[in-house]
């Protein structure tokens, strides 16, 4: 059910300022009220869905400031990943299968599967790390990462190989060790996609979008 209902925030079915409380959700999915609360509870945790003190769960839709502060996190804690792993020159085999699917998605111009692959990818460089604790911070960043891609379809704005041909350089400068190279393609890669996000989100909003990688103060 969680899995169901998160695809359908992502994919736009359930739309930005849409509200979920645990009743639609029981109605919809014939479950208890208690296990739609705990659905609803983890979506929240991720940044699904946000709901202040006493009010309903509503699909949040990030503004260029929140896209800016998320994707300064992101690079945070993903910079380090790829500096462990490439210091050690391992690639995770996580994050290889998930390139091929990213392939795979590209090819096929399947925009859903390379949004979960591409999410996959980044998830299987951070917990190739081993480390349990960023792990988790790169979880909850992830949550809203996804979010942004679904809403925005950021990927259909480039082309669909782009994505992926900066994901083979950020794992081949892994495989040959050196830190440095991984940590400068996977800030390209996360200034692009950056980019992309912001260009979306001013399009909609009638403005002309200038790209900028300032991070927040």
């Known amino acids: 059910m969680y899995e169901s209902v998160r695809k359908r925030i992502v994919n736009g079915e359930i ?15 014939n479950v208890a009220r208690p296990t739609a609360k705990a659905c609803l509870e983890r979506l929240t945790a991720l940044g699904l869905l946000r709901r202040s003190v006493h009010k309903t769960a509503v699909v949040p839709k990030l503004d260029e400031d929140e896209i800016r502060d998320l994707y300064f996190s992101r690079e945070t804690v ?5 500096a462990a792993l490439a210091r ?4 995770p085999p996580a994050a290889v299968r998930a390139q091929a699917a990213m392939k795979a998605a590209a090819t096929d111009m399947a925009f859903e599967n390379q949004v979960e692959a591409d999410i996959a990818f980044h998830a299987a460089l951070v917990t190739g790390v081993g480390s349990r604790r960023l792990a988790r911070m790169h979880e909850v960043i992830l949550g809203e990462i996804h979010l942004t891609m679904g809403q925005f379809q950021a990927h259909r704005t480039t082309h669909p190989m782009n994505v992926a041909r900066e994901h083979d350089d950020i794992l081949k400068a892994i495989e040959d060790a050196d830190p440095e190279a991984a940590q ?6 996360l ?22 990688r300032e991070a927040p103060a």
Do not use: M, W
Request: charged share 30%.
């Open 15 to 29: 739309a930005p300022g849409e509200k979920l409380t645990e009743v639609r959700i029981a109605s919809e999915y």
């Open 78 to 82: 993903e910079r380090a990943a790829v």
């Open 88 to 91: 050690r020159g391992v690639v």
């Open 184 to 189: 400068q393609c996977l800030t390209h890669h």
């Open 191 to 212: 200034d692009q996609a950056q980019d992309r996000l912001i260009g979306q989100l001013r399009r909609e909003g009638g403005a002309v979008a200038e790209p900028s």
